[in-house]
C-alpha cells in the first residue's frame, strides 16, 4: 500500500512537471511542424528545392527553398522571410520586401547553396486585413509603429520559433543571414542555430518606402543605412 502510494505521488510529479513551460526561451516553446512534400521549384535565378511544412497549431502552411547542398554542417547563406502579399505578389513600393525576397533568391543561387524560409506571418505578424488598416493610418500620417500601436498591435509580432524544426527538417545548423534586423539574429542564436556572420541586404529603397524604412531604423532597430552596407559582419 505505501509502495502503491509513493509510485502515484511519483507519477503525479512526473505529470505535472511535464506539464510546466517556461514560456518565450525558444528552447521550452517548442512549434509542432509536420513535414509534408518537397518539389522542384524553377525560377529566373535557377531550380530551387521546395519543400512544405504544416504548423500544426495554427494550420500555417511554412515553405523552405533550398539550394544546392545545406546538411553538410557548413554555415549556409540564408534569408527569414516573412510573408508580405503586397510587397512579394503585388509589386508594393510601400516597403523592401519584394527586393529583399528577389536579392536573397538571387544571392543564393550565385552562392550555389542556401535557404531561405517563407515564414506565413503577414505584415510583422497581424495579418493581411490588419495591415491594410495599419496602411489606412499611415496614409493619415502614422508611422508604422504608431499605426500598429493603434491597432492594438505590438510594433512587431513575428516569432520566430517555427524555423527551428524546418531548419533541423533541412540539416541546417548555422546560418550567414541575409538580414538588417538584428532580433532575427539574436531569435536564431537563442534557439541554438548560431549565424555565423550577418550579411546586409538593403534594396529597393524609394521614395515611397524612406518614412517606412527611416521608422525601421529608428524605432525597430534595423540596421540600415551607409553604415551597414559592408559586405559581411559578424554578430
Ligand atoms: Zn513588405
Not at 554555415?75 to 536573397?104: I, K, M, N, W, Y
Amino acid at each position: 500500500m505505501i509502495i502503491g502510494l509513493t509510485r502515484l505521488l511519483t507519477l503525479l510529479l512526473h505529470y505535472h512537471s511535464s506539464q510546466i513551460r517556461i514560456p518565450f526561451r525558444y528552447q521550452e516553446h517548442p512549434v509542432p511542424v509536420v513535414f509534408v512534400a518537397a518539389s522542384q521549384l524553377p525560377t529566373p535565378f535557377g531550380v530551387f528545392t521546395m519543400h512544405g511544412f504544416l504548423e500544426e497549431a495554427t494550420g500555417k502552411e511554412h515553405v523552405a527553398l533550398t539550394f544546392g547542398t545545406v546538411a553538410d554542417g557548413e554555415p549556409v547563406l540564408g534569408r527569414l522571410h516573412s510573408e508580405c502579399l503586397t510587397g512579394d505578389a503585388l509589386f508594393s513600393l510601400r516597403c523592401d520586401c519584394g527586393f529583399q525576397l528577389e536579392g536573397a533568391l538571387r544571392a543564393i543561387a550565385e552562392e550555389g547553396r542556401g535557404v531561405l524560409l517563407y515564414l506565413r506571418q503577414e505584415g510583422r505578424g497581424i495579418g493581411l486585413l490588419n495591415k491594410i488598416r495599419a496602411y489606412e493610418l499611415q496614409d493619415g500620417g502614422a508611422d508604422t509603429v504608431e499605426a500598429n500601436e493603434r491597432l492594438g498591435f505590438g510594433a512587431d509580432m513575428r516569432d520566430y520559433a517555427i524555423c527551428l524544426p524546418m531548419l533541423k527538417h533541412l540539416g541546417i545548423s548555422s546560418l550567414k543571414l541575409m538580414t538588417n534586423n538584428p532580433r532575427k539574429v539574436k531569435a536564431l542564436g537563442d534557439m541554438g542555430i548560431p549565424v555565423a556572420n550577418r550579411v546586409p541586404l538593403q534594396l529597393g529603397h524609394n521614395p515611397h518606402n524612406s518614412k517606412y524604412l527611416a521608422t525601421k531604423a529608428g524605432k525597430l532597430g534595423h540596421m540600415l543605412g551607409k553604415l551597414h552596407q559592408g559586405e559581411v559582419e559578424r554578430p
